[in-house]
């Protein structure tokens, strides 16, 4: 098998408790909601009223998404190498406060 990079332990906790925390208000059974490959048809994307940015898109989308009747959600598997912070690593911890501040708010309140 290649050479791989280990993700940072912390990070990796972060991102399977959001993805736990979507699941439970959207009802869906992802693996990763904050991976950042998505597709779309034009017109679903283009019928959403968007307002986040940075990390709030994700949980913004997942929400939105999930609410649409019909709508079938797949998922296929990525490869992932992750950057380091000297690389261009941009997330911090402030990023988990704000997706989850998200996930609340589209899913409760919008």
């Known amino acids: 098998s290649n050479?791989?990079?280990i993700l940072f332990f912390?990070?990796?906790?972060?991102?399977?408790?959001?993805?736990?925390?979507?699941?439970?208000?959207t009802n869906l059974n992802l693996t990763d909601m904050e991976t950042c490959y998505k597709l779309f048809?034009?017109?679903?994307?283009?019928?959403?009223d968007l307002?986040?940015?940075?990390?709030?898109?994700e949980p913004e989308v997942t929400?939105?998404?999930?609410r649409i009747p019909k709508?079938?959600?797949y998922e296929v598997g990525i490869s992932y190498y992750g950057r380091t912070y000297?690389?261009?690593?941009?997330?911090?911890?402030?990023?988990?406060f704000r997706a989850i501040y998200c996930i609340v708010k589209y899913?409760?309140?919008?």
């Open 41 to 48: 048809n034009r017109k679903m994307i283009q019928s959403l």
């Open 63 to 66: 929400a939105k998404i999930s």
């Open 3 to 5: 050479p791989h990079r």
């Open 107 to 110: 899913n409760l309140f919008s």
């Open 86 to 96: 000297e690389e261009g690593k941009k997330i911090g911890w402030k990023d988990g």
């Open 51 to 57: 307002k986040e940015n940075r990390f709030g898109f």
């Open 71 to 73: 709508v079938r959600i």
């Open 10 to 25: 912390w990070h990796t906790i972060g991102n399977k408790f959001l993805t736990f925390l979507s699941n439970m208000f």
